[in-house]
């Protein structure tokens, strides 16, 4: 991996506690100005990359690194954390508490105040600076925490499950501010077990099963790099009328369509033929996989923990 000026590298990173291997050989990127989704099954090592970027865990093996250069104290101050054991303090006020986290990172008072105040205003808490963070509902102690992460004004963001438990208000506010973030040129890294959100809102995705990157790439490249299927939909042919298709196989089947999946080096248009012979053809077309059916591709469907939010 070469490296970038303006990309998080992590480079060969490898992690293990005893004959548990926590990660091995982790590479991938996340560029300045992308929103990254890190997709995964439980344990599946995504909190202990984040962790090891953070510093708070240190790597048996690799590298991380921010600008072609290796972090340290000093350029982990401009990385803005989001952790899934939200840390903040229940009963400090609000807008002391950012201040408070900005000082930490190396902002000016002055520039921490505002910074904190301006934050307060875009989530919609200004008129509750001087509450108790206890006293907010649950999706305001998430807004605190995504303020918190960005009260630095951090080059990049990493956040782990933001949008766990939001309802959908929260969440637009959420991942608009991401959005803008990346825009802005922020480096943005995100790990969620709600595919269709990652789908939705990503530049890029890295999905890591034990400990591996097993797939990296646009949610459009992760679709072309799946199983070749198509959507047929022929209402006269007999049940089964594919069966005897070398390569071909039934995914799913919703009424008279049929979802196939052909092998490597099987025609399409054969397919298309066998079914032209049943009688008129209504649908013949490549069937787009979701993110969900990518991800159950590349890892394995029997215990998948990773559902669609909307499920």
């Given at each position: 991996?070469?490296?970038?000026?303006?990309?998080?590298?992590?480079?060969?990173?490898?992690?293990?506690?005893?004959?548990?291997?926590?990660?091995?050989?982790?590479?991938?990127?996340?560029?300045?100005?992308?929103?990254?989704?890190?997709?995964?099954?439980?344990?599946?090592?995504?909190?202990?990359?984040?962790?090891?970027?953070?510093?708070?865990?240190?790597?048996?093996?690799?590298?991380?690194r921010?600008?072609?250069?290796?972090?340290?104290?000093?350029?982990?101050?401009?990385?803005?954390?989001?952790?899934?054991?939200?840390?903040?303090?229940?009963?400090?006020?609000?807008?002391?508490?950012?201040?408070?986290?900005?000082?930490?990172?190396?902002?000016?008072?002055?520039?921490?105040?505002?910074?904190?105040?301006?934050?307060?205003?875009?989530?919609?808490?200004?008129?509750?600076?001087?509450?108790?963070?206890?006293?907010?509902?649950?999706?305001?102690?998430?807004?605190?925490?995504?303020?918190?992460?960005?009260?630095?004004?951090?080059?990049?963001?990493?956040?782990?499950?933001?949008?766990?438990?939001?309802?959908?208000?929260?969440?637009?506010?959420?991942?608009?501010?991401?959005?803008?973030?990346?825009?802005?040129?922020?480096?943005?890294?995100?790990?969620?077990?709600?595919?269709?959100?990652?789908?939705?809102?990503?530049?890029?995705?890295?999905?890591?099963?034990?400990?591996?990157?097993?797939?990296?790439?646009?949610?459009?490249?992760?679709r072309?790099?799946?199983?070749?299927?198509?959507?047929?939909?022929?209402?006269d042919?007999?049940?089964?009328?594919?069966?005897?298709l070398?390569?071909?196989?039934?995914?799913?089947?919703?009424?008279?369509?049929?979802?196939?999946?052909?092998?490597?080096?099987?025609?399409?248009?054969?397919?298309?033929?066998?079914?032209?012979?049943?009688?008129?053809?209504r649908?013949?077309?490549?069937?787009?996989?979701?993110?969900?059916?990518?991800?159950?591709?590349?890892?394995?469907?029997s215990?998948?923990?990773?559902?669609?939010?909307?499920?």
């Open positions: 991996m070469h490296g970038d000026a303006r990309a998080l590298e992590i480079d060969g990173v490898s992690k293990r506690y005893g004959d548990l291997v926590a990660l091995e050989s982790l590479a991938f990127d996340v560029r300045a100005g992308e929103l990254f989704g890190f997709v995964g099954r439980n344990g599946a090592g995504k909190t202990t990359t984040m962790r090891i970027v953070l510093g708070v865990l240190s790597a048996d093996a690799g590298e991380v921010w600008g072609g250069a290796p972090l340290d104290a000093a350029s982990r101050r401009r990385i803005g954390y989001m952790p899934e054991e939200r840390g903040l303090y229940p009963k400090m006020r609000l807008l002391e508490q950012l201040v408070y986290l900005g000082e930490l990172h190396g902002t000016a008072g002055a520039d921490a105040r505002r910074a904190a105040a301006d934050w307060l205003e875009r989530f919609g808490l200004a008129d509750r600076r001087y509450d108790e963070l206890q006293a907010l509902s649950h999706g305001n102690q998430q807004r605190m925490q995504l303020a918190a992460a960005l009260v630095c004004a951090p080059e990049v963001l990493v956040l782990d499950e933001p949008f766990s438990g939001l309802d959908p208000v929260a969440l637009d506010v959420m991942t608009g501010v991401l959005r803008e973030r990346a825009d802005a040129g922020v480096a943005v890294v995100f790990s969620s077990h709600e595919l269709d959100l990652v789908e939705r809102i990503c530049d890029r995705v890295g999905i890591i099963d034990h400990g591996r990157l097993v797939a990296c790439g646009t949610v459009g490249e992760l072309r790099e799946g199983p070749r299927r198509l959507w047929v939909d022929v209402p042919a007999p049940q089964g009328w594919f069966e005897h070398p390569g071909v196989s039934a995914v799913r089947v919703d009424g008279t369509r049929v979802m196939l999946e052909l092998g490597d080096g099987t025609d399409d248009q054969a397919v298309l033929r066998t079914a032209l012979a049943t009688g008129p053809v649908e013949f077309r490549r069937a787009e996989a979701s993110l969900v059916e990518v991800f159950r591709d590349v890892v394995g469907d215990q998948a923990a990773v559902v669609p939010s909307n499920a």
